[in-house]
């Protein structure tokens, strides 16, 4: 059971993310034209906008959170006057909330996706199992809100936070910090860092393009002269 710890949560993160980032470059080297989120709006519009943004919304403001409130390190928070308590406390409201927001968002679009002929046959087995992937994950996230209820102290919180700390900077012992930790933690650890892997054989490789949009920001104009 200890190596398998190790491996699940000193080993593991690091393929996981050498699957998403390896696999993202090869597929957009060898298969570009499959680098979209296939849209199914011109098939049914119904559901699609409420579903969609609250979803993405959702998502997106978990997704940040989980990045600051796992790399940011207990001392900095505490210099800026937050305690570990309120910290997490902040950390509970925030995710029930936008928790809460992904879930409706991502049921509206299962329901879609499932009961609607038309977007059934389009949809592949991977569009259909990736949604329901990350409604597991997301679950176990809200679940695992009601487990940090019992224990207000951040503790638990302190020691995610170690242990993600030490996978991004490829320090040694970082699964010794989560050994005691409730199950539920670790299972949502665990689907989260399969759903890196699972990224790139997914329609979530366009999240990539969203960030790549960014650039037209700087990019310089494009001179357009007529033929004299």
Known sequence: ???????????????????????????????????????????????LR????????????????HFVGLLTPKELYHALGLSTEAKQMVAIVAGGVFGGMCLVGLLLLVHRRLTE?????????????ILLWILATLLLGLASIVVSLGHRDGGVMVLLGQWAQHIVTFRAG???????????????LMLGMTLFVLFPFSRLVHIWSGFGAVSYLTRAYQIVRTRG
């Open 50 to 65: 409420l579903g969609s943004n609250l979803f993405h919304i959702g998502i997106l403001a978990l997704f940040a959170g």
């Open 117 to 129: 002929p038309r977007i059934r046959v389009t949809s592949t087995r991977m569009d259909i199992f």
């Open 174 to 188: 970082a699964a010794d910090f989560i050994a005691d930790v409730h199950w539920i933690y670790k299972l949502h």
């Open 1 to 47: 059971m200890s190596y398998l710890h190790n491996f699940a949560f000193g080993i593991y993160p690091y393929l996981a993310l050498a699957v998403f980032l390896l696999g993202s470059l090869i597929r957009f080297d060898r298969e570009q034209y499959t680098w979209k989120s296939d849209s199914s709006q011109l098939l049914r519009r119904g559901q």
